[in-house]
């Protein structure tokens, strides 16, 4: 997805939040000064093929066959030590930077691709954790206009994130492993922002000619939340 296209949800995620368009830019803009062009045909390998989404819901430890099947892996944050404890590679980490950083620039140190994540929020983290990524296989990606090296393959959160970077690539059909919209232990913040994942994901199948089953008995309330914006 490009950026116009992704522009008038981006707005309305904004205005939900109350979240500044100019803070965003300046976060991107500060991963500008670290990051190094990173080419999206790197991940040509995952054209046509099954890309398996990996969410953080506690429901992951018991999905991982979802994983196992796939022939691409993409773990949104948290996922990718989840995975990884039991024994499942990660293809690509999506990630904002705050909960395990350690992780990611690992992962780029073993040569697995990490999209990295600017945003208004977490400037402080774009700054102390870049520098530390292995730069060759760090994807910069921002919310707002792309700029430079950074890029914006479309998205909000980071399980989303990961799906709209599939699409982006090619990917053939995506699955998803991970991810509970019902779960109820989640602060009110993380509750919202789930809200946002599900209407980012079901524009995302529509686009496609998708279903993706975790949006089962949700279409008709993410169509109406979807309708005024789209
Ligand atoms: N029940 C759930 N709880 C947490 N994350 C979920 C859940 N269902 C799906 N996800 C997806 O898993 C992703 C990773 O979640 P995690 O809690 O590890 O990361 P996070 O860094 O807090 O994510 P974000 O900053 O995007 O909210 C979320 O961004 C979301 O897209
Ligand atoms: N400005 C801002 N942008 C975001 C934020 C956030 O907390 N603030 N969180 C995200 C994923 O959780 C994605 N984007």
Sequence with gaps: MNFETFEPVYEAILADFGFGRDAD???????????????LDRLDDWR??????????????????????ADVVVAASTA??????????????????DKNPETA????REGVPVAAHAHGDNVPAV????????AEWTLATTQAAPSGPVQNPGGFTDGDRAAFLADHVGAGRLTFLGWDFDYPDVNPMKARKLDWAARLLRWLERRRGERFGILDGRRRELDAALAPIL
Excluded: K, N, Q
């Design 25 to 39: 830019e300046h976060a991107r803009d500060v991963a500008v000064e670290f990051a190094t062009p990173f080419d």
């Design 48 to 69: 046509g093929r099954t890309v398996a989404i990996a969410g953080a819901a506690p429901s992951l430890a018991d999905e991982v066959a979802v994983a196992r099947e």
């Design 80 to 97: 990718a030590d989840v995975l990884r404890d039991r024994g499942v590679g990660v293809d690509c980490m999506v990630t904002d930077l």
């Design 105 to 108: 620039a690992a992962l780029t």
């Design 127 to 134: 700054r102390e954790w870049l520098p530390r990524f292995d």
